[in-house]
């Protein structure tokens, strides 16, 4: 009997478990051995046509099932001390492309992103695959691999993202949280430019703003990769844009824009005025839906309700809502939940204790502290040098 053919598809199918680094270095040097063993006068991965292998083996092109491959993703590299060698080397980086620097805006979220303001490690063998997808909060990318082998890198330009986001749901896939690895042909049908090439070790690929990317391993390898913010009008646009886009389809923001943006305006001097201009509209917004907040709780419940102070710690992760997952900065509803005290936005809150009988209102910031803030940030005038006469 024939096989049926093997159809190309979008959605790029993975399963979940956990090991150490230890564990997964000898997996991948069994791997290699045992790739090595076979027949050398073939290569041992060949790229890719049509986002598919050129090469399929034959088990597969009998129809058997195919051999699971195992991709050791998002190994934390955050602990300064156990790494204190290794992150001592990135700082030889030019200032825009280290993992902490002054004008990195993902420096001054105050706390630990892992893999976005922290180094994550990736660990490879043939066929690895990082799925179609654009940063967190389209922020920048740095991604370093160390070898030995190659991966090869596709790339689409940030203007493209709605084309591919209706390529996705036409072919079943979710562009936000699902996992799709694009047919060439469609994208060329598409008329969508599509950036294409080898990684070598060594190579440090640069991510930029809303880069929609996707790459496999073709070789054995492990790469390092963080994500950094330039202090830009293009970058702070394209990072509010997705939040707001996020909301709109219940997707949660892992960098706190409105918590990021306060930070901004206390630690960083803006000389850009379209970017200071929407910094300043950011604080606006934000400004009035605490004010507004409070005034709604003083209406409706008067002396009834006890807002509460608790400061926020130096560290202390930015909030989200429990139920809807949107950032919930400064006025936290808090209730309890299977035990544990959980937060919510005021929306929520209301739709699941109207009246507020179960609910501990709680402040971060004085309203005054935050009024300060507002008026003090300035537009930053760089000075005007006299050319010599």
Same mark, same amino acid.
């Given at each position: ?31 290699? +051995? ?24 034959? %088990? ?32 030889? =980086? ?13 420096? %001054? ?78 994208? +060329? ?55 707001e886009w996020n909301k709109l389809n219940s997707c949660k923001s892992i960098v706190p824009i409105v918590h990021l943006t306060w930070n901004i305006a206390r630690n960083m001097r803006v000389s850009d005025r379209q970017l200071f201009e929407l910094i300043k509209f950011i604080l606006t917004q934000s400004l009035k839906y605490v004010q507004l907040t409070l005034l709604y709780l003083e209406e409706q419940f008067h002396d009834k309700l006890d807002i509460r ?9 930015? +909030? ?34 109207? +009246? ?13 502290? =935050? ?19």
């Open positions: 009997s024939l096989a049926t053919p093997i159809k190309n598809v979008w959605k790029c199918e993975s399963s979940r478990s956990y090991t150490t680094i230890a564990k997964y270095a000898q997996y991948q040097a069994c791997s290699y +051995h045992d790739m090595s063993k076979g027949d050398s006068n073939e290569p041992l991965v060949s790229s890719t046509v049509n986002g598919t292998s050129k090469k399929q083996s034959n %088990h597969t092109s009998l129809g058997l099932s195919a051999r699971t491959i195992k991709f050791g993703t998002n190994v934390d590299l955050s602990d300064e001390q156990k790494w204190a060698i290794q992150l001592a080397e990135l700082n030889k =980086l030019p200032l825009f492309l280290r993992v902490v620097s002054a004008g990195n805006l993902l420096s %001054h979220i105050g706390y630990t992103i892992l893999g976005m303001n922290s180094v994550q490690l990736y660990m490879k063998v043939p066929g690895s695959r990082t799925p179609g997808h654009q940063e967190n909060n389209n922020f920048c990318s740095v991604n370093i691999n160390i070898g030995p082998g190659d991966c090869e890198w596709f790339g689409v330009a940030t203007e493209y993202w709605g084309v591919l986001n209706k390529l996705c749901e036409k072919n079943g896939v979710n562009f936000l949280v699902g996992s799709w690895w694009p047919i060439l042909d469609d994208l +060329h049908e598409a008329q969508v430019p599509v950036y294409r090439f080898i990684q070598k070790p060594g190579d440090l690929v640069f991510i930029n703003t809303g880069c929609v990317h996707w790459v496999q391993a073709i070789g054995w390898c492990n790469n390092i990769a963080w994500n950094v913010g330039p202090l830009t009008y293009n970058q702070y646009y394209a990072a509010i844009e997705r939040y102070k608790q400061l926020r710690t130096s560290d202390e992760p930015a +909030h989200y809502c429990i139920t809807c997952d949107c950032e919930v900065f400064n006025i936290l509803f808090v209730t309890e939940l299977d035990r544990k005290h959980v937060v919510r936005c005021l929306n929520c809150t209301l739709q699941n204790d109207k +009246h507020l009988e179960n609910v501990v209102v709680l402040y971060q910031f004085p309203l005054d502290d =935050l009024t300060s803030v507002y008026d003090q940030f300035q537009l930053s005038l760089l000075p005007i040098l006299n050319s010599p006469t």
